[in-house]
């Protein structure tokens, strides 16, 4: 039977043992690695057949000069193609967190149409989007009726300033969009005239 100071010295070869065997280890990992730094992955779609043949070599990517390629089918940045808008608001009214605002003038004619052949009769003096609110479910491409409402490849858009993530879509200048509301005004102003003169010239020729 060992004595406790011979149970102790056994104990302590042991763990001796066992600590290099693991130093070794851990040595010979690391060597590999390095020997395998000699090569680097490319920065492959996960899509390519070859994605998952690249286990070895150097992964960090040198990003911005290099990156990953995005899904076809991706939900990064919104874009609004407004030439081609024709501010129906059904982006705005299917949008879960409110972050499309929309504010539409009505033009006193056609205005002209989008490539998709719509008819254009409505300016758009505020069309944002609060890309810090947006959750990215692409609800809103979704319904748009003529396509110009899309989502881009563009993912990196971070901001210090937060009201900076606030995306100004509209064409229109405050003075511009002040003149169209004048004009429809007027337009308006000069429609009811003209009702209130038919109308009184209908009540003369009864009164005849
Ligand atoms: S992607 Fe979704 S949350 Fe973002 S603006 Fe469109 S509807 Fe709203
Ligand atoms: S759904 Fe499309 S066309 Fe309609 S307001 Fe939104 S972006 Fe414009």
């Not at 998952?52 to 990003?63: A, K």
């Not at 995005?70 to 949008?95: F, S, T």
Request: aromatic share 8%; with cysteine.
């Amino acid at each position: 039977m060992e004595n406790p100071q011979e149970k102790i010295g056994s104990l302590q070869r042991r763990g001796f043992w066992r600590d290099l065997q693991s130093l070794w280890q851990g040595l010979g990992l690391t060597w590999r690695h390095l020997f395998q730094a000699r090569e680097r992955r490319s920065p492959l779609h996960i899509a390519d057949p070859n994605y998952f043949q690249q286990d070895t070599g150097v992964v960090t990517l040198t990003y911005p000069y290099e990156s990953l390629p995005v899904p076809e089918n991706g939900r990064y940045r919104l874009h609004n193609e407004i030439d081609d808008c024709i501010v129906c608001d059904l982006c705005a009214k299917i949008c879960p967190v409110d972050c499309i605002t929309i504010e539409s003038v009505k033009a006193t004619e056609e205005i002209g149409e989008t490539s998709d052949g719509t008819k254009k009769r409505l300016y758009a003096p505020v069309f944002d989007i609060d890309l810090a609110k947006c959750c990215y479910c692409g609800l809103c491409t979704t319904v748009c009726p003529t396509d110009c409402l899309t989502m881009t490849k563009v993912y990196d858009f971070a901001e210090v300033d937060i009201k900076n993530m606030i995306y100004h879509f509209t064409d229109l200048t405050p003075e511009q969009a002040e003149e169209k509301k004048k004009l429809w005004a007027d337009q308006q102003e000069a429609i009811a005239v003209a009702k209130a003169e038919a109308m009184k010239a209908r009540q003369q020729q009864k009164g005849e």
